[in-house]
């Protein structure tokens, strides 16, 4: 674990820069890690999935896969491709301040 500053909060992340604590996330935040990895605005859109995964997480105690994401937050799987280039549930996951989706990589 490592402690840094994102939006001007002090957290942890771990190896990968997902935060530790999903309760350190803020949607200031957010927009830094989308910015940081290549997603320079949220839109709306990005936003659905971003709280799709952290109410799924936070309710469930586990992420959705991404054929679940597709089905269930609205946005299907290629426009989730399109909005997350980098892999959809693991950068939305990232973004959302949630830990990594169990089956990325």
Same mark, same amino acid.
């Given at each position: 674990?490592?402690?840094?500053?994102?939006?001007?909060?002090?957290?942890?992340?771990?190896?990968?820069?997902?935060?530790?604590?999903?309760?350190?996330?803020?949607?200031?935040?957010?927009?830094?890690?989308?910015?940081?990895?290549?997603?320079?605005?949220?839109?709306?859109?990005?936003?659905?999935?971003?709280? =799709?995964?952290?109410?799924?997480?936070?309710?469930?105690?586990? /992420?959705?896969? %991404?054929?679940?994401?597709? !089905?269930?937050? *609205?946005?299907?799987?290629?426009?989730? =491709?399109?909005?997350?280039?980098?892999?959809?549930?693991?950068? /939305?996951?990232? %973004?959302?301040?949630?830990? !990594?989706?169990? *089956?990325?990589?």
């Amino acid at each position: 674990m490592t402690t840094t500053e994102i939006a001007g909060t002090t957290v942890e992340i771990d190896a990968e820069g997902f935060l530790v604590d999903p309760a350190q996330w803020s949607e200031e935040i957010a927009r830094e890690i989308a910015s940081a990895n290549d997603v320079p605005e949220l839109t709306d859109r990005h936003w659905l999935v971003v709280r =799709y995964m952290r109410d799924t997480y936070l309710s469930t105690g586990s /992420a959705p896969s %991404i054929r679940s994401l597709g !089905k269930e937050s *609205g946005v299907p799987i290629k426009e989730l =491709y399109q909005l997350f280039p980098k892999g959809p549930a693991k950068l /939305a996951a990232k %973004i959302g301040g949630i830990p !990594k989706p169990r *089956g990325c990589i």
